[in-house]
């Protein structure tokens, strides 16, 4: 079967947002339960009739307004459909009568063995003399490159600034709103980091904060951390960053058996004040099926009582004491002063954070900080994308 000259996309709505065009249909060909289709670009791909049903775009099998799918897949399509090439596009017409009309693009973009369409950056390891990426606040606000530059870069990096910031009180959480709610915890939506009387928490005393995640106590701790700094003149402060993956990347080399000990040992962390007793219990590194690094807890400070027998926790000691000396080489740490009107935000789940001790006598300091949904970040980027 051939296709004729000119293609006019068929658009299912739903995917309106990541269609970029797409080269014609030239061929569809039966093959048992599969249909075989040939784009205009010499590409040929094989799609399973039960997919082909399941996915049909029409009024019937999509809800006309949500794009949402109407349409279950309880019966296996029983005979092949009869099938036509309009215009470069596919139209099928199955044995019940049922017609569906795909897009010969849209097809072409989810041919199997096709995973990602590239709008979400991969993740980069920092490499020693990493420097982060800087926004400029009226760039972010101002431009959808702006937004787009700080988002890659977050994703990409785990850490990204944002320069130039106005000194008023609640900007950041004016600057996290334009990508989606806060997440809020038990200290708020937004908590005001400063030495206070009567500190529930390190970061609100004057001491230095080893590098840490925050909240690892939670069953999922936030993914995104945005500290905004409105005074910083005290003496001391600097802010310091290492990545969390790197560090533990480079303890599966160096150390194999302390990686294993570290990423298979939960134990327990807890917080507790007044009001909360949160507990989670998890290895300090998270793998995934793969065994891919997909989270770093880490914070000493809310490390709970460890329950493991004694010859296990000296193993387990050894194991931390060899990942806590990694995460404090000072050639892979980043230390810097935040400015006044500077806000850095990192992925909390993969990066360490810190500060060094600071004279309260000595000036002020006083950060705003929220947190974010890292879901909503990459719903951010792929809205943008659609205007790319
Ligand atoms: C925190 C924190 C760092 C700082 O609030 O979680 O780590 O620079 N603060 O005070
Ligand atoms: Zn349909
Ligand atoms: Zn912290």
């Not at 970029?20 to 009739?49: C, M, N, T, Y």
């Not at 002063?337 to 002020?364: I, W």
């Amino acid at each position: 079967m051939t296709a004729t000259a000119e293609r006019r996309p068929v658009l299912p709505m739903s995917e309106l947002s990541d269609y970029a065009g797409g080269p014609a249909l030239v061929r569809a060909e039966p093959a048992s339960d599969r249909l075989i289709l040939s784009w205009e670009s010499g590409e040929q791909a094989a799609f399973s009739l039960n997919w082909l049903r399941d996915h049909c775009p029409c009024d019937e099998c999509r809800h006309v307004r949500t794009r949402e799918r109407l349409y279950i897949p309880l019966e296996p399509p029983e005979h092949a459909p009869r099938m036509q090439l309009i215009e470069g596009n596919l139209e099928l017409e199955w044995a019940d009568g049922h017609q569906s009309r795909f897009d010969a693009g849209w097809l072409y973009q989810r041919r199997p063995g096709q995973t990602s369409n590239g709008t979400i950056p991969a993740r980069r390891p920092w490499v020693e003399g990493f420097r982060p990426v800087s926004v400029d606040h009226a760039d972010f606000t101002g431009s959808a490159e702006g937004e787009r530059a700080w988002l890659d870069a977050l994703l990409r990096d785990g850490l990204v600034l944002l320069d130039n910031g106005p000194l008023a009180d609640e900007e950041v959480s004016r600057l996290a709103e334009r990508i989606g709610p806060l997440r809020p915890t038990n200290f708020g939506a937004r908590f005001d980091v400063r030495s206070k009387p009567n500190p529930n928490n390190a970061a609100y005393t004057a001491i230095g904060l080893a590098p840490h995640t925050d909240l690892p106590n939670w069953r999922q701790p936030p993914d995104i951390q945005l500290l905004y700094c409105l005074e910083n003149g005290a003496d001391g402060g600097e802010s310091t960053f290492r990545d969390g993956f790197a560090a533990a990347q480079m303890l599966r080399e160096r150390s194999p058996e302390a990686f294993r000990l570290l990423s298979e040992t939960a134990i327990d962390f807890r917080f507790q004040d007044e009001h909360h007793d949160i507990v989670w219990r998890a290895p300090i590194l998270t793998l995934g099926a793969d065994g891919e690094l997909v989270e770093v807890r880490f914070n000493n400070w809310i490390r709970d009582t460890l329950h493991l027998p004694p010859e296990q926790a000296d193993a387990w000691y050894r194991a931390y004491r060899e990942f806590w000396r990694l995460v404090h080489e000072p050639h892979q740490q980043l230390e810097f002063s935040l400015a006044p009107g500077q806000m850095v935000a990192f992925d909390n789940r993969r990066m360490l954070h810190g500060r060094k001790a600071f004279n309260p006598e000595s000036g002020r300091r006083h950060l705003q900080g929220t947190y974010l949904d890292l879901d909503l970040l990459e719903s951010r980027l792929r809205v943008l994308a659609r205007q790319a």
